[in-house]
């Protein structure tokens, strides 16, 4: 063993919350390794040219809620991040009718009051009180959660305060962050408003990586995400990143350097390495073997304990419980390198509404439909799609003329009936197109390349079990104290010094860094 | 002018209503109780639909009684006598043997090897997973809830005590029932059981009465509710009561009378009259009026607020709410006289397997799919039945060698998607159902002496059940406890001075258990005479 393969920590996994670990543990002074199995960094947040001078954010394409003090502490911006805003969100209707809802509030009033004037007044409201409770929800992203099976003083006071801090609130935000943790997005929208389409694209959110629909309990809470964007606004925590989610991660390793943290590619982890209940360090795939007192994975929970540890080292009910976590895959990924842009018959011609998203989801009935199918093992015939062309924010992804499309599917149900394979991958890719043809008919004579994901490929390529993208479904049962499992919600495992930092801790899913972040805190010993 | 005034004046009275007069009565008020129909029972009533047959019409069984009610009402002296069925439930495969659930769990696991032995392995822990959860919910039912936000101490302690009834549990076991909690039903079946059989037949207790299927969340907590009261662990118990479901609200009525209330039937309440934020009366359709200080409704939140009370005197804010109330009805019934037993597949020649209910919906996916039909607004194709022949335990209720059927069944929307609720409906949804029934038990329809069809409509309009839905608001857990019937207003009192509310949209929810009519009648005494 050289002293070349001794370190303070290794981390398993260039994700992005990896990469945020490595960066905390460096800046603390920490001789860190990051352990990347692919040839590229960033996991799921990673930009790769698939097709010849064409830029795919292969997986994930927004940045959603972005630490605001990770991107000042790592000082990313200098690194190279800089994050362009999704301006508006097009929604193709049936009849050549369309909505848009735009970044600026008074934009999509006057637009909302075309379809409904109530709708336009509700739309006011709705957005004080998410901003309101958005606000008041904000801080547990940033908390390491108690444990609710210790009866020490420190987790109690920790649920105490919680508590306090909710029932602070008052009676009427209360009530209404109840409702929105326990309603399913349609029931509680359907409270709000009444134009389908608002409906629909709103509680669209509320499904993304997600085994469920718009009338599913659960799915209200994450109406409160846009509005935790607009709080982070400042520091520009939600949109596009430009040369794509990939440059997220690349801006990360950036600054992870810079604090002296190294990072291997094409070194994939065969094992942790542990002795006495100790983790010690990791093995290779090649055989090598690297040293530390402080494991990391950033890998989802099925991997981080049934892979990479051996059952042995593991209490019995731990792994029965990691194996009942609930990880179903459920979306799949088209990326498109087009000769032209896309035409919508509803909104013909390119116009603003072609630099934000576009959302196919026309009613809730449609996505509610999307998702019967996944019920039953099909991938969805008239899918849902959130749909954006990076070359249009940023020219850079696509050579001149020509522009790349991204397009996120739900449903791809990871239990296939049958199982995916190459023809189902393409049939798969054929609906997607297929339904998109119905909303701009030029789509497919434009389409000059074509990379389709399910989540046997995501699982494959990318290393995210059952291709979920979230390392986890994020239902009640599984958030916070309860994520991954009751008792390990605080970044330590019941293997001393391997701890687990990836988005199957809290506070879960998206291109936040804070799992990443609270990790280290947790290893270094400080307070969030 | 005194003549009509009474302490408390109870609008309705179903087994909620019954169970608050006879406890204001035994506290010295002077109790009147007004109900529109000719006889007492709300959704508890047995009549007589066909001469010589009698019917539960709405509930067909009753669930966890409150202990408290059945001794202090002492109902038993007053004619009610529950009755335990065994088997609990018959439940047919779609292939291989049914799935029969026995009063002895013992039994019920020998049976299970022949569909599952890793199935007849998980029975009995799965069975005291639940007998546990159950009496964690069980303690929140008695209590009052609590408001969350305010600083009365009372509140803190009743939040604390319900903390406390899971710190009982022992660490692991709590922290399974807090897990379990907001769960779905084929979530937590599919950690248990692999037999299509055995989930179908547990999950439809998590549906029932809710327009959701087995894969929402919330179902398990629909599932607990009904596992409350269930005596030694049991899974889906079938309690009946002798003499039908009416006997037991007949004894209510009986308790209440011996208690001082009076109880007059054809009486429908048109208003309750409210002066300056007060509710000093109510006034009958009849015109007839009569005062007191203290108005308990026993009608459902919606009626009561917006029908009884009017928008006009009630806060906008508080009018938003009610409209929010979500009833969702999703159940209808179907009620047969037959003149012979019908023979269920699998049902050996004069087994006792029908004694309890016979639940057609053999996996998860049937439920699903049936919900599915119901979500974009038409009856199930393949609905779930839940089927009870009282008759064979109880042969007064129909003549010698006939017998009356009920059938619950799920999941028939109250608004449809195409057409109403009108005779064509009706008609078309009892074909559709004894459509369903032949399959499990052919011939069936030669046995039909007479039929009644109950759509959505017809429950609403019979039995006061706003869009048919059996607990006057859906049990999700956005509309439990210190949410029901809506926040800020779940304590049985409501903003107007002197009106509350007392039936299954208070807390804990509907099902024939007498828990919103105990907790509301000590709120009110609490409260004094005004």
């Known amino acids: 063993m050289t002293a070349a393969n001794r370190y303070d920590a290794i981390v398993i996994g260039g994700g992005h919350n990896g990469l945020v670990n490595a960066a905390y543990l460096a800046r603390a002074g920490k001789r860190v390794v990051v352990l990347e199995k692919r040839h590229v960094l960033g996991g799921a947040a990673v930009t790769e040219e698939i097709f010849a001078g064409f830029k795919y954010s292969v997986c994930s394409y927004v940045v959603s809620l972005l630490r605001p003090e990770i991107i000042r502490d790592l000082d990313l911006p200098r690194h190279g991040l800089e994050i362009l805003p999704l301006e508006s969100t097009f929604t193709p209707l049936p009849d050549n009718d369309y909505l848009v809802r735009w970044a600026d509030h008074d934009q999509t009033r006057r637009e909302l009051y075309r379809h409904s004037p109530r709708d336009a007044d509700a739309y006011d409201d709705f957005g004080k009180l998410m901003y309101q409770l958005a606000v008041a929800v904000r801080p547990i992203l940033s908390m390491i959660p108690p444990d609710p099976t210790s009866m020490s003083p420190k987790d109690l006071i920790g649920f105490a305060k919680l508590a306090g801090h909710f029932r602070g609130l008052g009676e009427e935000q209360f009530h209404a962050l109840f409702k929105l943790m326990t309603m399913s997005s349609a029931d509680y929208l359907d409270e709000w408003f009444e134009t389908e389409a608002l409906k629909a694209t709103m509680s669209a959110s509320g499904i993304i990586g997600t085994f469920l629909g718009p009338r599913s309990p659960g799915t209200a809470y994450v109406l409160l995400h846009h509005y935790m964007g607009e709080i982070d606004g400042a520091m520009r925590a939600w949109g596009f990143a430009r040369g794509g989610t990939g440059e997220v991660s690349e801006s990360i390793a950036r600054a992870a350097r810079s604090f002296g943290a190294e990072i291997r590619m094409e070194a994939g982890v065969e094992q942790v390495i542990v002795k006495n209940g100790t983790a010690v360090g990791v093995a290779l795939e090649n055989g090598d073997e690297l040293r530390a007192p402080v494991v990391v994975s950033a890998l989802d929970p099925k991997r981080t304990f049934l892979q990479l540890v051996e059952d042995k080292d593991l209490p019995d009910d731990f792994v029965s419980a990691i194996k009942r976590f609930k990880i179903r895959g459920s979306s799949g990924k088209v990326n498109l390198a087009l000769g032209e842009l896309p035409n919508f018959t509803s909104l013909p011609g390119e116009g603003p509404h072609l630099r934000g998203a ?123 104290s309860m994520r991954p499992v009751a008792g390990w919600a605080d970044f330590t495992t019941p293997v001393r010094n391997y701890f687990q930092c990836g988005s199957g801790t809290h506070p879960g899913g998206g291109i936040t860094g804070a799992s990443g972040r609270l990790a280290a805190l947790k290893i270094l010993g400080e307070q969030p | ?375 974009y607004g038409a009856p199930s194709r393949h609905p779930y039945l839940e089927v009870s022949i009282p008759s064979v335990s109880d042969p007064d209720l129909a ?107 208070t807390h804990p929810g509907g099902g024939v258990t007498g828990y919103p009519g105990y907790n509301a009648a000590r709120e009110i005494v609490g409260d004094g005479k005004g």
Not at chain 2, 139 to 145: D, R
Not at chain 2, 172 to 181: A, F, N, P, T, Y
Request: negative net charge; proline residues 6%; aromatic residues 8%.
């Open chain 1, 358 to 480: 576009m959302s196919i989801s026309p009613s809730v009935d449609y996505l509610e439909r999307a998702y019967d199918d996944a019920k039953y093992g099909a991938f969805s015939k008239r899918p849902y799609m959130d749909i954006i062309l990076p070359s249009m924010i940023d020219p850079g992804m696509a050579p001149p003329g020509k522009h790349v499309m991204s397009i996120f599917v739900q449903y791809a149900p990871s239990d296939l009936e049958g199982g995916w394979d190459e023809t189902k991958r393409e049939a798969f890719g054929d609906a997607v197109i297929d339904t998109l043809a119905q909303h701009a008919p030029n789509l497919p004579g434009a389409i000059l390349h074509r990379q389709v994901l399910t989540p046997w490929d995501i699982d494959r390529d990318m290393g995210l079990t059952d291709g979920n993208i979230f390392h986890g479904e994020l239902t009640l049962h599984q958030l916070f």
């Open chain 2, 1 to 375: 002018m005194t003549v009509n005034r009474y302490d408390a004046i109870v609008i309705g009275a179903g087994h909620n209503g019954l169970v608050t007069a006879a406890y204001l009565g035994r506290a010295g008020r002077k109790v009147l109780v007004l109900e529109r129909r000719e006889v007492v029972g709300g959704a508890a009533v047995t009549e007589q639909v066909f001469p010589g047959f009698k019917f539960d019409t709405a509930a067909h069984r009753i669930g966890g009684l409150h202990p408290s009610v059945i001794k202090d009402l002492a109902l038993e002296r007053h004619g009610l006598e529950l009755r335990r069925a065994d088997p609990s439930v018959f439940a047919p495969a779609k292939d291989g043997p049914p799935l029969v659930v026995w009063r002895d769990p013992q039994r019920t696991v020998e049976s299970l090897r022949a569909i599952s032995p890793a199935d007849a392995k998980a029975w009995i822990p799965f069975s005291e997973l639940i007998g546990k959860a159950a009496t964690v919910v069980q303690s929140a039912w008695s209590s009052t809830p609590p408001s969350m936000t305010g600083n009365d101490p009372r509140d803190l302690w009743a939040v604390l005590k319900l903390g406390a009834g899971l710190r009982r549990l022992g660490k692991k076991d709590m922290i399974e029932v807090v897990r379990i909690l907001s769960m779905s039903m084929s979530e937590l079946l599919g950690e248990w059981f692999e037999s299509d059989v055995v989930k179908g037949t547990l999950a439809a207790s998590g549906v029932a009465g809710m327009m959701q299927g087995p894969m929402a969340a919330g179902t398990v907590y629909n599932f607990l509710h009904h596992h409350v009261g269930a005596a030694d662990g049991a899974l889906r118990p079938t309690v009946r009561v002798r003499g039908g479901v009416g006997e037991l609200t007949k004894a209510l009525a009986a308790a209440a009378a011996e208690a001082g209330a009076e109880i007059r039937t054809n009486q429908p309440v048109a208003r309750v009259t409210v002066k300056a934020g007060r509710a000093i009366g109510v006034v009958l359709s009849s015109g007839e009026e009569f005062v007191s200080n203290r108005i308990v409704s026993n009608a459902d939140p919606r009626s009561t607020f917006f029908d009884l009370v009017g928008p006009a005197e009630l806060e906008p804010e508080l009018v938003r709410k009610v409209k929010n109330i979500r009833f969702k009805g999703v159940s209808a019934k179907v009620h047969l006289a037959l003149g012979e037993l019908p023979r269920f597949d699998g049902v050996p020649e004069g087994g006792p397997h029908l004694n309890g209910v016979i639940s057609i919906g053999p996996s998860l996916e049937y439920l699903e799919r049936a919900y599915d039909d119901a979500k």
């Open chain 2, 399 to 505: 003549g010698p060698g006939k017998h009356v059927m009920s059938v619950v069944v799920q999941y028939v929307p109250y608004r449809l998607a195409e057409g109403e609720w009108g005779a064509a409906a009706r008609e078309r949804l009892g074909d559709a159902v004894l459509s369903t029934l032949s399959e499990y038990a052919p011939g069936i329809e030669s046995a039909v002496l007479h039929r009644q069809v109950l759509t959505p409509l017809d429950l609403e309009e019979t039995f006061g059940l706003p869009e048919g839905n059996s607990y006057h608001g859906e049990h999700t857990l956005d509309q439990l406890i210190f949410m029901r019937p809506v926040p800020g207003q779940a304590r049985y009192r409501t903003s107007i001075d002197g009106l509350y509310l007392c039936g299954a949209g």
